[in-house]
């Protein structure tokens, strides 16, 4: 029988309180689903690569046991999920890139051409991230968190491959207001969480995925996105609405476009002109840098 004990010590620092109690209630989980438990850790066995990951990060066992991702989710979609996440990347990324992600280091998709900041974005993985992902895409801003876009792979009720946002996450700065206003600026007034939605989308495409879906207000799993007096903190619907998603026929999940609309320049009045044209030729530099970085990084032979 696998000691789920001694795995969890392997995860939490037992000698505080806190972290000794989330061992009891892991290891008490895992027991009670000791089957379905038991087939998750073999699947990471089952390769040198997913071996090398869970030997190095225990916490994908964990998530399994957790209510993570969004709400109302069973441990069986869990395990499903982390599963599915792990397979697909397998068949379309190089080992050593997924290996990357999961040993915390960083692959970058983007840089921007300022030459007096060092913005970019990378692909990572933290175990901070874990209530709501698998992945990220994070964007940092002169060595600081700008905006985060949490995310994982699995199948839709189509049985087609989706990336699932779980969450995104801005600055959390006492300057987040400057900070975003400088940075929307540099893109052209596009909007920093326009751009990072925009470059999810970017990836998905070089993924192979088929679809997109959020996470909505209601299927937030943690709900910390509400106040006291039940008003919103962050309103995820709207930006989705804004941004051309449809809540599904599961009010857990919005559908999202794989591509952003753009207005044409007819449909853009004469004095924006000009400023439209930089931010397309803004976007269009993202879309070929992600491209580009991740042909690094993929398989050479791409399964649709």
């Not at 071996?51 to 399994?64: M, T, V």
């Not at 993570?68 to 996440?85: P, V």
């Not at 999810?200 to 709900?223: F, H, P």
């Not at 995820?236 to 591509?259: K, N």
């Amino acid at each position: 029988m696998l000691d789920f004990i001694a795995i969890g010590k392997q995860m939490y620092r037992v000698k505080k309180w806190r972290e000794a109690h989330r061992l009891i209630i892991f290891a008490g989980r895992a027991y009670l689903h000791y089957p379905a438990m038991r087939e998750l850790y073999a699947f990471f066995q089952e390769d040198e690569l997913r071996n090398d990951i869970l030997a190095y990060n225990k916490f994908p066992i964990e998530q399994a046991t957790r209510a993570f991702f969004y709400k109302g989710s069973t441990l069986t979609e869990r395990t499903n999920l982390i599963k599915y996440h792990f397979q697909y990347l397998q068949a379309r990324l190089k080992p050593e890139a997924i290996s990357d992600i999961y040993h915390d280091k960083e692959i970058k998709i983007w840089q921007a051409t300022d030459e007096d900041v060092d913005w970019h974005a990378v692909l990572a993985s933290h175990s901070g991230q874990r209530k709501e992902s698998m992945m990220a895409i994070e964007m940092h801003y002169d060595g600081k968190n700008l905006y985060h876009m949490l995310f994982w792979l699995n199948e839709d009720k189509h049985g087609e491959p989706a990336l699932w946002i779980g969450a995104m996450q801005g600055p959390n700065t006492e300057n987040a207001r400057e900070f975003v206003k400088e940075t929307t600026k540099r893109a052209y007034r596009y909007r920093t969480k326009n751009l990072i939605l925009y470059m999810t989308q970017a990836l998905a495409r070089e993924l192979g995925v088929k679809r997109i879906y959020a996470v909505s207000n209601d299927g937030y799993y943690a709900m910390n996105h509400i106040r006291l007096d039940r008003k919103l903190k962050t309103d995820f619907g709207a930006f989705w609405e804004e941004t051309g998603g449809r809540l599904t026929d599961d009010l857990r999940f919005y559908e999202l476009p794989l591509v952003e609309t753009r207005k044409t320049m007819e449909e853009v009045p004469t004095r924006k002109r000009a400023v439209y044209r930089k931010r397309f030729a803004f976007q269009d530099d993202v879309d070929a840098q992600i491209e580009a970085n991740m042909q690094e990084i993929k398989l050479g032979t791409m399964h649709s």
